[in-house]
């Protein structure tokens, strides 16, 4: 048995509002129209599906990006499934999961159906929702040795976008090695990182888990770099012995993935730079845009974003930032999501993949609606 998890209300809100308001800054999609880009180069008659591992040229392909050989990576139905299994295979029973907050909302979900206890280390809203290293290891020393199962992170942070480094990483992936836990990061985000950051698993190769391979497993996702969320194509990257468990469960839960999808994923990726070029350069005038606005504004903490996504804070307190966002879309045709999504409800998250054009008057009228709030 699996308990009914939380409701995923960030979906919901903007499965409502998706495609009916005028300006989307609420989803975290990079919104450029790419399957119809991609569909004619597909071969018409895919060959059936290559195995439980998933097509070889996609593994190569992620694998080359990743720093990885192909057999380290398991293809998964998106990102999603890769963290659901994660769970599944990483935590034992009196294990504990450590989660980040803010986060992706699922990755507290998960622990919640598999009845996994959960404890969350805060990220530090005065420093630009970085990660204190000292509160993970506290975290994992209230448990004790061999008491967590998975560190989870998101990196890029979703919702704040905010960007974890090799040092930290190799820190972190020490640290969980200490306490016997795997080191788990959701890497759907990362591509759109300016700065680039690093692979988790190559960056940590060297750093084992007592009970064998690397400490560190990833997750990833065509869904937000190449807008290929429909594809459904993911992957879960790690060593074995965790690999040989995770490929133990998806054969007899999901054993193959669409063949078409397969080659729709193997198109995108052999196209990877020139898609990722595209995606930078609209999320880096987005950003600049976004930043220019906060900049014009006393009632808002802008917090630097690495990604996609970018978590101002309203700083004005007579402001109720779920009324705000009910206000955006009933009146003005503005999805924002806001905050209290993600556990913070003085926030509100922005996305930064949609169209640019459309971002200065989405964000004007965030602006009028927060004028209009603040003065009571
Ligand atoms: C951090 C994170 N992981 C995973 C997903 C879902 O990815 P997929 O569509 O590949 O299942 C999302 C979707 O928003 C996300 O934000």
Known sequence: MVKVPPP??????????????????????????????????????PTRGEGFAGSLVVRQRVGSLLGLPPDQVQLTAGASEANFIAYLCGVAAGQQVLVESPTYSPLESIAAALEQPLRRVPRDPAHDFALPLERVHAALDQGGIGKTGLVVLTNLNNPTGAAMGKVTLRALARLCADYRAHLFIDETFRWLDLAQTVPLVAACRDIHHPDGGC????????????????????????????????????????????????????????????????????VGKNRSVAQRWAATRSDLRWIPSNGITAFPEVTNPTVDVGELALQLVRDHSTLISPGSYFGFPRHFRIGLGGDPDRLGPGLERVGMVLDALGHG
């Open 215 to 282: 400490v560190a497993i990833s997750s990833g996702s065509l869904s937000k770099v190449y807008n290929l969320g429909a594809s459904r194509v993911g992957w879960l990257a790690a060593d074995e012995p965790f690999l040989r468990l995770v490929r133990g469960v998806r054969e007899t839960m999901n054993p193959v993935l669409s063949p078409l999808c397969e080659h729709l994923a193997a198109v995108a990726l052999e196209r990877h730079d020139r898609i990722l070029d595209r995606t930078l350069s609209l």
């Open 8 to 45: 995923f209300e960030l979906a919901t809100w903007i499965g409502a509002y998706d495609g009916k308001v005028e300006y989307n800054l609420g989803s975290s999609n990079v919104q450029i129209p790419i399957v119809e880009e991609l569909l004619p180069l597909v071969p018409q008659a």
